[in-house]
């Protein structure tokens, strides 16, 4: 076996399908390759801090789990889920305040990553429009291109997708005949933004799906990840026509090894949505459903959620602290009240894609380059920084160095 293709190379090229040949590489994993060195201090991933997974908990639950239950969870389950976590899902949904939820409106996935290619798949033909914020999360916009939408993006600001905005952009693309599939939004601690969209927004953004018939995807995985200041009812909640779909995972709450999310929708969007996860992986992993059930339905996942806000929140503080004394006065960030990111905006004239070599090489730090997380990669004055991974040493540290490559570059 040749591992490049060797002489059959065009072969192959030629071979792939017109769709794989829009898919673009992540430009995160991209970069992560470049900073896998222990001496650099990286901001770059997305990641929970690993020393919180309840590792003695989950492992004890595993335990109990195979001896007593080894035969469903190590088995083929339902492609919806197995019933146990679906009906928990359920309870918390219904918790959180989303009326009339039930089995039929849940379909389980191997986490919301795979969520986001099932409803690109079922949803989305070619040439499609689809609006998201600018920003917006990188897996999201490669789901959507692998199946050659084409976006139309609408800015933010502190209270999240500006709706005058998306209205005018609505208006004007019905009125020349364009087909609007859908309108992608992540309301809570936005990835990379890290802005929650206002009560009056979400209110107003539901006027408009309603209004111009175009479904809502509620993309949530940080909602349950708040530090301070108050909690919005949810897109889902809200809803009282059924025009959103809502997206949540167990990778920021739980552990992303354990590759789980969930989709809630109207039984008829699950429907068609099981039947494309059917042709994808028959079924998510029914062991880790099993763990994951029985990890909430013990009552431990309430006291896990305060142990991760209450972390996150000192990893936040000491990031906007170091922020304030180290960063030039001519930059400016966002200040989440959760999640996971704070967003950097610099001068125009400084170019963060090309910084980032400049941060990794000479000051061995590292950062998301803003341009990854627009459509086109129209955007080249951002950055996003992580802070959930990095010890408070490590943080303050990095800022450090940030802000000293971002001051030589000040005019």
Known sequence: MNKKGGQNLKMWEEKFSSRSKTMKASAIRELLKLVESPDIISFAGGMPDPNLFPKEILGEIAKE??????????????????????????????EEGIKNVGLENVLVTTASQQALDLIAKVFVDPGDTVIVEAPSYVGGLQALQAFQANFVT?????????????????????????????????????????????????????????????????????????FEGEKFPSLLELDQIGNVIGLRTFSKILAPGFRLGWIIANATAISKLALAKQAADLCSPSSTQYIAD?????????????????????????????????????VTWTKPHGGMFVWVETPEYIDTDALFIE??????????????????????RH?????????????????????????????
């Open 65 to 94: 789990v195979f001896v007593n239950h080894g035969g469903k969870a190590l088995q083929y389950g339902p492609t919806e889920g197995v019933k146990p976590l679906r009906e928990t899902i359920v309870k918390m949904m219904q």
């Open 154 to 226: 609408v800015p933010l600001d502190e209270e999240g997708i500006k709706t005058d905005i998306l209205e005018e952009k609505i208006k004007e693309l019905q009125g020349k005949g364009v087909n609007i599939k859908l309108i992608y939004v992540i309301p809570n601690f936005q990835n990379p933004a890290g802005v929650t969209l206002s009560l009056e927004r979400r209110k107003e953004l539901l006027r408009i799906s309603h209004t111009y018939e175009i479904p809502i995807i509620e993309d949530d995985p940080y909602g349950e990840i708040r």
């Open 294 to 330: 029985k990890f909430i339905r013990d009552g431990y996942m309430n006291d896990y959620l305060d142990k991760v806000r209450k972390v996150y929140k000192e990893k936040k503080d000491t990031m906007l602290n170091a922020m304030e004394k180290y960063f030039p006065k001519e």
């Open 359 to 380: 941060a990794v090489k000479e000051k061995k730090v590292a950062y998301v380059i803003g341009s990854a997380f627009y459509p086109y990669g129209e955007d080249k």
């Open 383 to 411: 950055m996003r920084l992580n802070f959930t991974l990095s010890t408070l040493e490590q943080i303050d540290e990095g800022i450090k160095r940030l802000g000293e490559l971002l001051q030589s570059k000040i005019r």
